[in-house]
């Protein structure tokens, strides 16, 4: 149990640090590299959106992964979110800017974002339920 218990704590830590760092940097960066607007509250506001867009979307993991939780395992089922939520977060980290890619770069950003709310979502029905 304390293994389980240690784990978690870990797996949720860097959840949370991957949450508060991209709040962080929806702020400071990302208004000016992927959400170019004419007015940067424009900007600024969508970059917030696209923040809360992994909370709103939390609970629909959570569907599909006590479901797959149910079929395969709890354990197996943690990996694969972990694995879910590490891989979304590497991919923003090499994700091209605005500048680059043009309307693209918000898209794939905001799936991303998407991706990682259905991990974590999936994530906290593993571990509490």
Known sequence: MTKVWIASLVGSSIEWFDYFLYGTVAALVFNQVFFVAEDPT??????YASLALA???????????SHIGDRVGRK?????????????TVLMGVLPTY???GVAAPILLIV???????????EWVVHFY
């Open 42 to 47: 424009v900007g600024l506001l969508l970059a």
């Open 99 to 101: 500048q680059a890619i």
């Open 112 to 122: 991303l974002r998407l991706i990682q709310g259905i991990g974590i979502g999936g």
């Open 76 to 88: 197996k089922t943690l990996v694969i979110t972990l694995t879910i939520m590490g891989g979304a």
């Open 55 to 65: 909370f709103l979307i939390r609970p629909l993991g959570g569907v599909i992964f």
